[in-house]
């Protein structure tokens, strides 16, 4: 079995500071961007932590198809509302500010808004409801992303893996929270499995002849040819309900795009029609609801809490012992990680070192 280094989280957020700032992202921003993937690694979502440094951030900063600097346009603006353009820059540092918008905005007048065009990837979705969730307040994004998942009854990748994110406070240790994909897996969870040389599980991708692919590592490259898709949640068809993922990705690309007159679909492919990278232009909505504008908010965690805990405590399964609520198992993996950090393996030590030397970082290792 691989040896896994346990890095401290908090040397871990250090050191992509430091990768950020190297890379031309000022402070304040690059520790922006650290929290926002080591946050994904301490809920457990390591398809969207540290893994993500190297290849969304680092690679593309370096090709030039990602600026390091963000130019954050406020082209609308209402009580409730704005329309953001983001310049292509870093997504995080924008979707940050654009919550931290959306929760003024719903302190104020108990709903708000924000669309954002012309953005980047923006980490682990589930960062920016959180930001609501402390604040007493119910939140919500969505955001599209480069062509990989195919329509029901279609092979050609057209919709991102298009998350719709979720966060309500409640009276237990941790909020709820559902932060997922549309589709049935999405491309960081394949990253994973090709780091760790595992292959995908069956159903998760379709090829251009209609027939499943588990071959992982050229999965991720036909997955962007072209030649390859995920399948929307419920999965392949209409029987096991693939529809509905379909649909609700569709929305998702809408609200990601139509609001803020922004790119979408076979727009965020990252090329041009010569074949050069260029940015994906990603779009992103987010949403901040004030409970304290429609009840008390400690009666209103009360009840989310009663709703969390007769759902644990129905009946199980046949040889189930237990039934989980969306965000147990992240808060459950962030108190298994708190004291031991974010785990790298060979080819996570390899990128971490990688980045150091060309950087010419003065940052020590020691994966022993």
């Known amino acids: 079995m691989e040896k896994i280094f346990w890095m401290p989280f908090d040397e871990a957020e250090k050191?992509?500071?430091?990768?950020?700032?190297?890379?031309?992202?000022?402070?304040?921003?690059?520790?922006?961007?650290?929290?926002?993937?080591?946050?994904?690694?301490?809920?457990?979502?390591?398809?969207?932590?540290?893994?993500?440094?190297?290849?969304?951030?680092?690679?593309?900063?370096?090709?030039?198809?990602?600026?390091?600097?963000?130019?954050?346009?406020i082209v609308k603006e209402g009580p409730a509302t704005v329309v953001i353009d983001g310049h292509d820059g870093m997504g995080a540092v924008i979707g940050k500010r654009a919550m931290s918008m959306c929760i003024e905005k719903a302190r104020m007048y108990g709903m708000g808004m924000a669309a954002v065009r012309n953005s980047s990837h923006y980490g682990a979705a589930c960062y920016y409801p959180i930001m609501a969730v402390k604040e007493g307040m119910i939140g919500?994004?969505?955001?599209?992303?480069?062509?990989?998942?195919?329509?029901?009854?279609?092979?050609?990748?057209?919709?991102?893996?298009?998350?719709?994110?979720?966060?309500?406070?409640?009276?237990?240790?941790?909020?709820?929270?559902?932060?997922?994909?549309?589709?049935?897996?999405?491309?960081?969870?394949?990253?994973?499995?090709?780091?760790?040389?595992?292959?995908?599980?069956?159903?998760?991708?379709?090829?251009?002849?209609?027939?499943e692919r588990r071959d992982t590592d050229t999965v991720l490259t036909d997955l962007v040819k072209g030649k390859a898709a995920l399948a929307p949640l419920g999965g392949l068809g209409e029987l096991t309900g693939g529809y509905k993922g379909y649909g609700y990705a569709t929305a998702v690309e809408i609200l990601s795009a139509a609001l803020q007159d922004g790119k979408f679909l076979?727009?965020?492919?990252?090329?041009?029609?010569?074949?050069?990278?260029?940015?994906?232009?990603?779009?992103?909505?987010?949403?901040?609801?004030?409970?304290?504008?429609?009840?008390?908010?400690?009666?209103?965690?009360?009840?989310?809490?009663?709703?969390?805990?007769?759902?644990?405590?129905?009946?199980?399964?046949?040889?189930?012992d237990r039934i989980f609520t969306a965000g147990e198992k992240e808060y459950i993996c962030w108190m298994e990680r708190k004291d031991r950090g974010v785990p790298l393996n060979r080819e996570l030590q390899r990128q971490f070192l990688q980045m150091r030397n060309e950087l010419k970082l003065d940052w020590m290792f020691r994966f022993d």
């Open 15 to 73: 050191f992509m500071a430091k990768v950020f700032m190297a890379l031309g992202v000022p402070a304040e921003e690059a520790g922006t961007c650290a929290d926002v993937l080591i946050t994904a690694d301490k809920r457990g979502i390591d398809s969207h932590g540290v893994g993500r440094l190297k290849p969304i951030y680092y690679d593309r900063i370096r090709e030039g198809i990602l600026s390091p600097l963000t130019v954050f346009e």
């Open 140 to 211: 919500i994004t969505g955001t599209n992303a480069r062509p990989s998942m195919a329509p029901t009854f279609g092979v050609e990748n057209m919709l991102g893996t298009n998350p719709l994110t979720i966060g309500m406070p409640t009276d237990e240790p941790f909020p709820f929270m559902i932060d997922c994909a549309t589709s049935i897996s999405q491309r960081g969870k394949i990253e994973l499995y090709s780091r760790e040389g595992k292959e995908i599980p069956g159903g998760w991708v379709i090829g251009q002849d209609g027939t």
């Open 266 to 320: 076979k727009g965020l492919s990252g090329f041009d029609t010569q074949g050069n990278k260029i940015p994906y232009s990603l779009g992103h909505f987010f949403i901040a609801i004030n409970v304290e504008s429609f009840i008390h908010l400690e009666r209103f965690r009360r009840i989310a809490g009663d709703i969390l805990r007769s759902l644990r405590e129905s009946k199980k399964a046949p040889g189930r």
